[in-house]
């Protein structure tokens, strides 16, 4: 057996410590809600407390599903507190060039809880999230401190994020300070969009206020405990940062890795190992060029060719280099708002006869004006009718937007061989948005109208809300 798969499963039997295998029959009934959650006030209920405070942005990181042994919940005992720290050792090696990490100890849902029915398995990771809501409760109010944050989980962990994001970023204030959520081996749904406008898929590489998810597969799973049947996720491909179909071949992976089963320490790096792409039913991670006996699917509760457990390592450094980009992103949108901030104060201090219209205060800011030409890039031909068009741009850029006034137009011009052509375009104006909110937007536009660009135009604006005399 070769050292490389010697080391492969090395590093499958340090999973199956963490995740175990269910075995433990509950009732519902015995499956009751927490009194109160952990006091995160002690510093005993921290692993990580602040580790890295070099680094310009925080990161959140909820744990995956360390507790193989509990019936429930976990009890905060020294042999779990070692394989918490063990498990979040690799976890935190993805954020620590970038972030300073805070990582709460919490009681769990075990294992085991997925085997329960579904009323006793979501009481029980309600009970999971009594802690977490407490300890991110506790780090906004006691020490963020008004920085960039980083959400970010794998498995239970993205559930827990998820969960966050629904309780607390419905306030418009936390969603600016938001960098990005990596809620990893979790689907993100149709339903969730829906329900929590403030849940955005990621649909580029340097997008922030966004959640990148993905779990991946083998191309033959139909059905999974993250993925089930007749339901489809919401994904980013780790390769190429886009989310239709397209492949991603094994050139642009930077590296699949092994760690150190209690340190995290990188141990040995692949790179162009194995590509990926997106399964356009299933919406799931799908991994080329991958040999499922060397990452077999471990547990029970995972059908054959299910590649949950491995989902960071796969493609770490890809995700580790994106975790840098994105909060670069973030930190430069941030400067430049704060610029734009600058330039309104110039402006308020402006003798007001230079800053009225119409006899009112004015607002000086910038417009923008955006033509969404609907010509499919690849056919030169409409694919998608006007109507879904515009209902489907109106979403995005209310999204990334907040206010836009739009309305329609038809482009014109003659071809080489003197025959005239013409398209269908959507025209938006939006004042005084982010450039990091604005690259957001086009890049949803690009993807969703498949598209080679969109024309947009800056100027700056004097404006106004006339309110009569």
């Given at each position: 057996m070769s050292k490389k798969r010697l080391s492969i499963l090395a590093v499958m039997m340090t999973v199956l410590l963490f995740f175990g295998m269910p075995g433990m029959c509950v009732n519902a009934a015995d499956v009751l809600p927490f009194a109160g959650p952990l006091d995160y006030s002690q510093p005993e209920n921290w692993l990580y407390d602040g580790a890295y405070p070099e680094n310009a942005v925080d990161v959140f990181i909820v744990a995956p599903s360390v507790d193989t042994k509990s019936a429930v919940n976990s009890e905060i005992t020294e042999a779990y507190r070692q394989r918490f720290a063990y498990a979040m050792n690799q976890q935190q090696a993805l954020f620590a060039p970038t972030a300073k990490i805070y990582a709460p100890y919490y009681r769990q849902a075990s294992l085991n809880a997925y085997a329960l029915d579904a009323v006793a398995r979501e009481q029980a990771l309600s009970n999971a999230y009594t802690d977490v809501s407490a300890a991110f409760r506790y780090y906004l109010e006691h020490k963020n401190n008004g920085r960039p944050v980083i959400l970010a989980g794998f498995s239970q962990?993205?559930?827990?994020?998820?969960?966050?994001?629904?309780?607390?970023?419905?306030?418009?204030?936390?969603?600016?300070?938001?960098?990005?959520?990596?809620?990893?081996?979790?689907?993100?749904?149709?339903?969730?969009?829906?329900?929590?406008?403030?849940?955005?898929?990621?649909?580029g590489e340097t997008d922030t206020g966004v959640v990148v998810s993905f779990d991946c597969e083998n191309g033959e799973v139909t059905d999974s405990l993250i993925t089930p049947a007749g339901t489809k996720a919401y994904s980013i491909n780790p390769l190429n940062w886009r989310t239709d179909s397209v492949p991603a071949e094994a050139a642009l992976n930077h590296g699949s890795v092994t760690q150190d089963s209690k340190t995290g320490e990188i141990t040995s790096v692949e790179v162009g190992k194995y590509g990926a792409c997106i399964d356009?039913?299933?919406?799931?991670?799908?991994?080329?060029?991958?040999?499922?006996?060397?990452?077999?699917?471990?547990?029970?509760?995972?059908?054959?060719?299910?590649?949950?457990?491995?989902?960071?390592?796969?493609?770490?450094?890809?995700?580790?280099?994106?975790v840098q980009k994105r909060a670069g992103s973030f930190l430069e949108g941030k400067t430049a708002a704060a610029a734009v901030s600058a330039m309104t104060a110039t402006a308020e201090n402006t003798p007001a006869e230079q800053n009225t219209l119409l006899g009112q205060q004015a607002v000086i800011g910038e417009k923008y004006t955006l033509y969404l030409g609907l010509n499919d890039k690849d056919t030169y031909e409409q694919i998608i009718p006007t109507d879904t068009a515009l209902e489907l741009a109106n979403r995005i850029c209310a999204k990334h937007a907040?206010?836009?006034?739009?309305?329609?137009?038809?482009?014109?011009?003659?071809?080489?061989?003197?025959?005239?052509?013409?398209?269908?375009?959507?025209?938006?104006?939006l004042y005084d948005i982010s450039e990091t909110d604005l690259k957001a937007l086009l890049n949803a536009l690009i993807v969703t109208f498949n598209q080679s660009s969109v024309l947009v135009e800056k100027s700056e604006a004097v404006y106004i809300y006339y309110t009569g005399e």
């Open positions: 962990g993205a559930d827990m994020c998820y969960r966050l994001l629904m309780e607390y970023y419905g306030d418009a204030a936390l969603r600016s300070n938001l960098v990005a959520v990596y809620a990893i081996g979790w689907n993100m749904t149709e339903e969730m969009l829906r329900q929590y406008p403030q849940i955005i898929p990621a649909q356009p039913d299933r919406g799931t991670l799908i991994v080329s060029g991958i040999d499922t006996t060397e990452y077999p699917a471990g547990l029970a509760i995972f059908p054959e060719g299910s590649l949950h457990l491995y989902d960071n390592f796969l493609f770490f450094v890809n995700l580790q280099e994106n907040g206010g836009y006034t739009q309305f329609s137009a038809r482009g014109g011009w003659t071809n080489d061989d003197g025959t005239m052509g013409h398209e269908n375009t959507i025209v938006y104006q």
